[in-house]
Nanobody, 126 residues
Framework: VQLQASGGGLVQPGGSLRLSCAVSGVSLIDYDIGWFRQAPGKGREWVSCISSFDGSRDYADSAKGRFTISRDNAKNTVYLQMNTLKPEDTDVYYC????????????????????WGQGTQVTVSS
C-alpha cells in the first residue's frame, strides 16, 4: 500500500489549497482515510477522516466549516479542500489509510492507521 500526498504550498491567510492523497496497491473502497498534520517537535494532530463504506466524514473542531474531505474511488484518491486558511494551519499534512471494510465511521488516533504518505508542507503566511 502506498499513499502519495500532494498539493501543499505557500498561501496567504484567507486563501485555499486542495490536498490530494493518491492511494496505490489496494482498492480505496476498503480503507478509511485520515488526514493529520504535524508541527516540528509535536505529535500528529487529527484533522479529518472519511469512512470506507458510506463516505461518512468527520472533522476536528479546528477544521469544521473550513475544510472538506472527499473521495473519488474511481481515481483511488482522497482530497482535502482547505478554505479560509489561517497561519495556525501551517504544518506538514499527512494522509493515512486504515483497512476497515464496510465501516461507516473512522478513527481519530494516528495509531489506528496502518499506512502513511510522506507528507506535504502547507505554509500560510503573508
Amino acid at each position: 500500500v502506498q499513499l502519495q500526498a500532494s498539493g501543499g504550498g505557500l498561501v496567504q491567510p484567507g486563501g485555499s489549497l486542495r490536498l490530494s492523497c493518491a492511494v496505490s496497491g489496494v482498492s480505496l473502497i476498503d480503507y478509511d482515510i485520515g488526514w493529520f498534520r504535524q508541527a516540528p517537535g509535536k505529535g500528529r494532530e487529527w484533522v479529518s477522516c472519511i469512512s470506507s463504506f458510506d463516505g461518512s466524514r468527520d472533522y476536528a473542531d479546528s477544521a469544521k466549516g473550513r475544510f472538506t474531505i472527499s473521495r473519488d474511488n474511481a481515481k483511488n484518491t482522497v482530497y482535502l479542500q482547505m478554505n479560509t486558511l489561517k497561519p495556525e494551519d501551517t504544518d506538514v499534512y499527512y494522509c493515512a489509510a486504515d483497512r476497515r471494510i464496510g465501516s461507516n465511521w473512522c478513527f481519530y488516533t494516528p495509531d489506528e492507521y496502518d499506512y502513511w504518505g510522506q507528507g506535504t508542507q502547507v505554509t500560510v503566511s503573508s
